[in-house]
């Protein structure tokens, strides 16, 4: 991976994106956001997961990964939301249904499933506010 002359043009291409995600959307929201551990500690074989709350912006992110593990799904609780706002939910690799809408409320206490059918793969999910 950190070798990048090796990497084939759909690799380059990918990462251009996932940059470019990084500096557009990520970097601020990760400067000023809250930071909550959504899964327990990884082991090598249980998911792990953080979620970013901007409490400003009411916005954020949860990175989500699989690694070696069998179950192809889990359910995140969230964290620090706003119980009676509305959060769009969307994931950068498909990890949930699309246009997911659901209250604060819905996502502490009911949680969002995450699928990532490939073993070390992992999923970037956006929450907006929704008005």
């Given amino acids: 991976m950190f070798n990048s002359s090796s990497w084939n043009p759909t690799e ?16 601020t929201l990760i400067a000023g956001a809250n930071l909550y551990h959504v899964l327990p500690r990884p082991t090598g074989t249980t998911w792990d997961g953080v979620q970013y709350h901007d409490p400003t912006t009411n916005n954020g ?3 989500v990964s699989r690694p070696n593990a ?3 799904s889990t359910v995140i609780f969230l964290k620090g ?5 509305r959060y769009r939910l969307t994931a950068q690799d498909n990890g949930i249904g699309a246009g997911t809408i659901l209250t604060g409320q819905q996502l502490m206490s009911d949680g ?7 073993i070390y793969s992992s999923d970037l999910i956006w929450i907006s506010r929704q008005a």
Avoid at 12 to 27: C, S, T
């Fill in 81 to 85: 939301l706003d119980t009676s706002t």
């Fill in 112 to 118: 969002v499933r995450v699928t990532i059918p490939a």
């Fill in 70 to 72: 069998s179950e192809t």
């Fill in 12 to 27: 380059l291409a990918n990462a251009k994106v996932e940059f470019q995600n990084y500096k557009d959307k990520l970097r």
């Fill in 61 to 63: 992110a949860i990175y």
